[in-house]
């Protein structure tokens, strides 16, 4: 992710609150009203991967998925993956989140954590492939407590 790709950045995030609102944290209602400047800040901080980190991929000029993370030392959080629809089972999911994994190895976190809804079975499959496991612990979806997210985790060795 560059700086400069804000707009794609705003665009694919609202994209996936709107194809798979029960997956996020957040609503398409609550981020659609945000400033550009958010989303300049946004772009900026995961273009810069110190603290926080933006991995998207890409098809021609399009964003067809992404993945971002952030740290939380002594761990690091796998946070707002998403595949355009038309992009999914072709491994971009698992691309982009471990592109964020290795980003946490490269900065010393000794694990890295996710959320995932517990009706997202496609996703906790890639999420197992790449090596995460259930914590046991599970949470209300801030947004709507009808749905619960199950936490993952990854223990760098």
Do not use: C
């Not at 989140?97 to 499959?125: C, F, K, P, Y």
């Not at 599970?138 to 009808?146: D, F, G, V, Y």
């Amino acid at each position: 992710m560059r700086a400069s790709e804000w707009r794609s950045l705003r665009s694919l995030r609202l994209e996936a609150l709107q194809d798979s609102p029960l997956a996020y944290g957040s609503t398409h209602e609550r981020e659609v009203q945000r400033p550009d400047g958010d989303w300049q800040e946004r772009a900026a901080a995961g273009a810069a991967g110190e603290e926080e980190v933006g991995f998207a991929a890409v098809t021609g000029d399009r964003w067809v998925g992404m993945a971002r993370g952030y740290l939380e030392p002594p761990v690091a959080h796998l946070i707002a993956v998403y595949v355009t629809p038309d992009s999914r089972r072709r491994s971009i999911g698992r691309a982009v989140s471990q592109a964020v994994v290795a980003w946490a190895r490269e900065r010393g976190a000794t694990a890295i954590l996710l959320s995932v809804s517990d009706w997202n079975d496609e996703a906790r499959r890639v999420y197992e492939s790449i090596g995460f496991m259930p914590t046991g612990v599970q949470k209300a979806l801030p947004w709507n407590p009808s749905v619960t997210e199950s936490e993952m985790r990854l223990e760098f060795a």
